[in-house]
């Protein structure tokens, strides 16, 4: 193949079994993957940048592929959007370095996990922010935030089914809590990697921190026991919101 090209995308993810390409279930790789392969008119081997959960969505995603296609780079997202369902489309696409790759480029990965505070669901965000009856404690969240930055062990606040990782240490560059508008809130955390179920973990301690659940949750991450932090929250509130890379 003589071209490697990195594509931009955003999603729902609501009707697919996440990121990654399965046999016999849609998922977001699989459904752009063979968008790619027919207009490129060839097999594409499409690369993510990391794997999303079933019901997880993404502002910006990074995927890249190699071919041999002579379809200029920045009418690949038109040739592109034409052939996907609504609920996927492409940003942007450029001709990166044969070298590149959306995982193992990758230096820096984004995700923001949304909640809403309302006394009774909102049927409009029922696939996209969890809500969150509870009374907001927004000044002991973003306390407790704090405590994740930095380099740590992180085995307390990830899932052991379905993953095989050499290490649980992760560098989390930041974790910014805010209100995005009226009751609508964010957990913005970047790290150099996360671990699986890591950010609905982390945000499941750090809610039940501000209910008096957790009274230590420096401790809770330091004992690496998955059992004593909080819970994995739903997935629909988590969305990819950026990545970072090195080679270009």
């Not at 998922?27 to 940048?49: F, K, R």
């Not at 502002?59 to 009418?75: G, H, L, M, Q, V």
């Not at 922010?129 to 930095?150: E, I, Q």
Request: charged share 20%.
């Amino acid at each position: 193949m003589t071209r490697n090209i990195a594509v931009t995308l955003r999603y729902d993810g609501t009707n697919y079994h996440g990121w990654q390409i399965q046999k016999n279930l849609t998922s977001v790789g699989g459904t752009v993957q063979d968008a790619l392969s027919n207009i490129c008119e060839h097999p594409v081997t499409l690369i993510g940048c990391g794997r999303t959960d079933a019901g997880v969505h993404a502002e910006r995603y990074t995927a890249n592929f190699r071919t041999n296609s002579r379809i200029p780079a920045d009418k690949l997202p038109f040739a592109l959007n034409a052939n996907l369902p609504n609920d996927i489309a492409a940003l942007d696409a450029r001709d990166v370095d044969m070298e590149f790759h959306a995982t193992f480029s990758c230096v820096k990965k984004e995700y923001t996990y949304r909640l809403y505070h309302a006394p009774h669901r909102d049927p409009l965000l029922v696939t996209r922010s969890l809500h969150y009856p509870k009374k907001p404690a927004l000044n002991v969240w973003r306390d407790t935030a704090k405590l994740f930055v930095g380099t740590h062990d992180f085995a307390a606040v990830r899932s052991s089914s379905n993953t095989t990782v050499k290490t649980t240490i992760r560098n989390v560059y930041y974790f910014d809590i805010y209100e995005e508008y009226d009751n609508h809130f964010a957990f913005r955390v970047a790290a150099n990697g996360f671990l699986y179920n890591m950010v609905r973990a982390m945000v499941g301690t750090i809610l039940y921190v501000g209910q008096g659940k957790i009274k230590d949750p420096l401790g809770v991450l330091k004992s690496g026991d998955r059992r004593v932090a909080g819970p994995t929250l739903p997935p629909h509130g988590l969305y990819m919101t950026g990545t970072e890379y090195l080679c270009k």
